[in-house]
């Protein structure tokens, strides 16, 4: 890292738990970062070169030594991220191993040859094939709130399809990215073709204005507009991932006592700082009552505390601007009449950035906290009445990431999913799709375009070419030069041949045809 440090200006990573400073940094300048892709591309050519078994060799080392060292890096999350430990060993380490096995068993069945069959017939002597070729240098920008599972599935997803990666994570949380990176060393990855670039917003532009060929970015809205500008200037392609306002719903028939457990994990774990949390609860009318009344006994059993402790359940924010940004929205909730049943201050007992677990009723669509993303342990919780509302309530928000319908009855379940805007519906489960590596994950509106994981997050780091090779090299095609009215029948009449309704029309519309084959006029 020692040669990316060439600004004046240092940066302070902090334990967001107890303030203490882990790592100071000046950001990569633009000239560091355009150093970093350049030396991608030279180590490219020969990785993507590598047979894939190879690459899925390094993946799998990658794969023991983080088993390994699982432990470890678990702490490492826990001290710059903040969170309780077994949130960084579940979310972070155990879904990064599981995405790990999921490249390995995917990309070479992505990567083979395949055949591109032809159904018209005056195609048939050709054979077509797509092969997946990587981009090149493939750029990944990483929020802080999962430092290290979100930059490891998307990175991992780029190396074993052949792309170099230059990976920018957070300033709050780059030394999550630097251990993915050693462990990505120690498993035999050639020297290059991943890079860590540490820095800010600034380094972040430089590497969208760098030589990359192909950008995943996760982080905010506001910064996703930004990056979509300056890539389509120089149409680039950018896979983006950005914030939500996930609802859930909560149907008559379900069991409460489960679906307000939920919505208490949903909403409070990882502090709240989760793109898929629990933003907003919609309860149907009957059951709402004692819902509220189990959500707010359950939050306020919640320990805060630092992550090291095991006993924690709820984190610290991971900074003062975070703070402030949950306690304007939840203030701005109370002066439009919401009630704070529980929670709805900070705890500078435990910590300078620790925020109590806070449940709002009486809440209304007019309210920030129902309308932008909070990003804290907040639970906003509204009534609904019949199911159509519910749909038309979830509906009714800019983003589009994910969302939970909670029932007994599946059936109902999965045709209320179909109704709602977003890019993953879960029945009776909230946020752990984010670890079924199997799962598309991405949004719709402004929650982003493209997906990581699963097949279509393998597909979003190759481009894919068609290859089509004819048959009958010696021979001059029908269709080219030599036209005139009779070959305009003859094609009318192939035409009909293929598509015409009637038996008939189709047989004189053949003979017709195959008059074309022995014209003379053909060149
Ligand atoms: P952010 O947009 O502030 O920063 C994200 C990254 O972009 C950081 O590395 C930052 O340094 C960089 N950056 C900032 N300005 C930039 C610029 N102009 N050009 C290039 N890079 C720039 O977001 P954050 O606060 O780090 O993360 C929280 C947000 O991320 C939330 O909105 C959350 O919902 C979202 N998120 C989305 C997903 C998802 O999968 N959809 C997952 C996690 C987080």
Known sequence: MADVLTADRTIRVM????????MEFAPATADAVNA??????????????????????????????????????????????GKPRVESLLAEVLVTLDAANFCAREAPRLLALQRVPHANLALKAKRGYLVREPYGVIGIISPWNYPFSIPASETMAALVTGNAVVLKPSELTPLSALRLKALMDEAGLPAGVLQVVVGDSGTGAALVASAIDKLIFTGSVATGKKIAEAAAAKLMPVVLELGGKDPMIVLADADVEIASSAAVWGAFMNAGQTCLSVERCYVQKDIYPVFVERCVEKAKRLKVGHGSDPQSDVGPAISQAQLRAIEAQVQDAASQGARIVTGGHRLPDVGENFYAPTVLVDVHHGMRVMREETFGPVLPIMPFTTDDASVALANDSQFGLSASVWTKDRKRGEALARRIEAGTVMVNDAISCFGVSEAPHGGVKSSGLGRTHGIAGLEEMVRAKYIDSDLLPGMAKVWWYGYGSDFLAQMQGFTDFLFARRTTARLAGGMKAMKAFSRRNRF
Do not use: C, M
């Open 36 to 81: 970093a892709v350049a030396a991608a591309r030279s180590s490219q050519t020969a990785w993507a070169a590598t047979p894939v078994a190879e690459r899925v060799a390094v993946l799998r080392k990658f794969q023991r030594s983080l088993h390994e060292q699982k432990d470890e890096v678990a702490a490492l999350i826990t001290d710059e991220a």
């Open 15 to 22: 334990n967001p738990a107890t303030g203490e400073w882990l």
